[in-house]
Antibody, heavy 123, light 107 residues
């Protein structure tokens, strides 16, 4: 059974960096049929896919245009986890952040999710 | 980006009712359409992938249909635990995009 356990602070000051981690159990971050995604949810934006990292003989990333200049998603194979770093945050980045797995065999649907982390951007 | 439009945005129904939610993509996405159920304070839960593939453990009263750009999610007989918000999502192209959600409430 795949489990994703998120951790990170719930409060970040404007202009600072939002950092979250997603620890994976029951699967490998290097799974060549998988991808590891970050998604956020807010009342104003709904569910918004932010980006993903995946391994296909080398590591790849895709990012949403809206956050591409500020976002970094990185794998950590030694800890079997992924991380999210979002720079220069503003109150508009306030949201619940989720990590989620997608699998090629399930037509890239998000079949496992982390529990979610409410992140508030406020001074 | 592919826009996903759900209708209705909300609906009120009674236990035992048949409920249908529609999702339309702004361009063809073949069958790369997934449905999720979300309850308050929880992560979305995958119900159906590839337009019509019911996930393990999901009751058979849920069904999905469609291809191209028009899709439906049907609950054949609404149960108390089905009151939630439902989202469609396309996995045809990057960026992945979601519909705005359909909230199913108790009448």
């Amino acid at each position: 059974q795949v489990q994703l356990q998120q951790s990170g602070p719930g409060l970040v000051k404007p202009s600072q960096t939002l950092s979250l981690t997603c620890a994976i159990s029951g699967d490998s971050v290097s799974n060549k049929n998988g991808a590891w995604n970050w998604i956020r949810q807010s009342p104003s934006r709904g569910l918004e896919w932010l980006g993903r990292t995946y391994y296909r003989s080398k590591w790849y990333n895709d990012y949403a245009v809206s956050v591409k200049s500020r976002l970094s998603i990185n794998p950590d194979t030694s800890k079997n986890q992924i991380s999210l770093q979002l720079n220069s945050v503003t109150p508009e980045d306030t949201a619940v952040y989720f990590c989620a797995r997608s699998i090629v065999g399930a037509t890239h649907s998000f079949d496992y999710w982390g529990q979610g982390t409410l992140v508030t951007v406020s001074s | 980006d592919i826009q996903m439009t759900q209708s209705p945005s909300s609906l009120s129904a009674s236990v035992g009712d048949r409920v249908t939610i529609t999702c339309r993509a702004s361009q063809t996405i073949n069958s790369y359409l997934n449905w999720y159920q979300q309850k308050p304070g929880k992560a979305p839960n995958l119900l159906i992938s590839a337009a019509s593939n019911l996930q393990g453990g999901v009751p058979s009263r849920f069904s999905g249909f469609g291809s191209g750009s028009d899709f439906t999610l049907t609950i054949s007989s609404l149960q108390p635990e089905d009151f939630a918000t439902y989202y469609c999502q396309q996995s045809y192209s990057i960026p992945r995009t979601f519909g705005q959600g359909t909230k199913v409430e108790i009448k």
